[in-house]
Each structure stands twice: as C-alpha cells, then as structure tokens.
C-alpha cells in the first residue's frame, strides 16, 4: 500500500524523524494509525493513556540502553524492599509526629 501525504504533513513527519523521535516514516505511521484504530474502539482517553505508556516505555528502553539502570538478583532485589519499606516508615512516623 502506498499513502500520499500532503506536504505540511511529510513536513511534520520529516521534522520527527529528524529529531529522533521515530526511525523512519514507516514508524510514525504505524503508530499513529494504531492510536487513531484504538481511540476508535476503546476512546480517546484509552489512546491517551496507551500513549503515555508507549512514550515511558521508550524512555526506559534509552535509558537501559545508556546504563541508567539498576541490575537486580534475589539478595539485592530483597534489600531493596527492605531500604523502600525503612523509608516508607519513617516518611509516615514523620507525617503522623507533624500532625498530632
């Protein structure tokens, strides 16, 4: 299949290759033809909420991909709960002595 787009359209799509946000035109549009498919169906709300996701997907996969990222094993993965559950207490200790 093959789509004429006009010209402030391929603009637009030229414009968001270039910046990085997609790899090629082919991407975009398949993107956007998918979230018109699924605000179709479920809403526009839905399609909102997939794109975000989509989007925070993304820059989680760059972000692994330049090492911002933590590895975790069954030890450090249980340390971790440990470390968030101490703090979660403390911030709530905390919240309960400023208001009472």
């Known amino acids: 299949m ?3 787009l006009d010209h402030d359209i391929e603009a637009a799509v030229n414009r968001r290759i ?3 946000h997609f790899a090629s035109a082919q991407e975009l549009v398949d993107i956007a033809i998918k979230q018109f498919l699924i605000a179709l169906e479920f809403g ?3 399609a ?3 794109a ?3 989007a925070e997907l993304q820059l989680a996969d760059e ?3 330049r090492g911002e990222c933590s ?3 069954e030890h450090t993965l249980n340390e971790l709960f440990e ?3 101490r703090e979660g207490l403390m911030r709530l200790a905390n919240e309960r002595g400023n208001t009472e």
């Open 52 to 54: 975000i996701l989509r």
């Open 71 to 73: 590895e975790y094993d």
């Open 2 to 4: 093959n789509i004429c």
């Open 18 to 20: 270039q910046t990085g």
């Open 83 to 85: 470390e968030i559950e």
């Open 48 to 50: 909102r909420k997939l």
């Open 44 to 46: 526009e709300e839905e």
């Open 63 to 65: 972000q692994i991909d």
